[in-house]
């Protein structure tokens, strides 16, 4: 039951992740008179959250194998 506890949790924060990064990317691509300070600060989250989906997916292909 353990495992499929961890399974569920992960699709979760994957899902959560995966929305994250798309709001960042709306916002890098649709606002207007960001300084490079706040457009930094932007990617940075999008990166962030790349790596934790990748991350995640590693642990549920693992989990799922």
Same mark, same amino acid.
């Given at each position: 039951?353990?495992?499929? =506890?961890?399974?569920?949790?992960?699709? =979760?924060?994957? @899902? /959560?992740?995966?929305?994250?990064?798309?709001?960042?990317?709306?916002?890098?691509? &649709?606002?207007? &008179?960001? @300084?490079? @300070?706040?457009?930094?600060?932007?990617?940075?989250?999008? &990166?962030?959250? @790349?790596?934790?989906?990748?991350?995640?997916?590693?642990?549920?292909? /693992?989990?799922?194998?």
């Amino acid at each position: 039951m353990k495992k499929e =506890q961890e399974i569920l949790i992960l699709r =979760q924060k994957l @899902t /959560e992740q995966r929305l994250l990064k798309k709001m960042h990317e709306w916002t890098f691509h &649709n606002a207007k &008179n960001l @300084t490079e @300070t706040k457009v930094n600060a932007i990617l940075d989250e999008v &990166n962030r959250a @790349t790596r934790a989906i990748e991350a995640i997916e590693a642990r549920l292909k /693992e989990l799922e194998d």
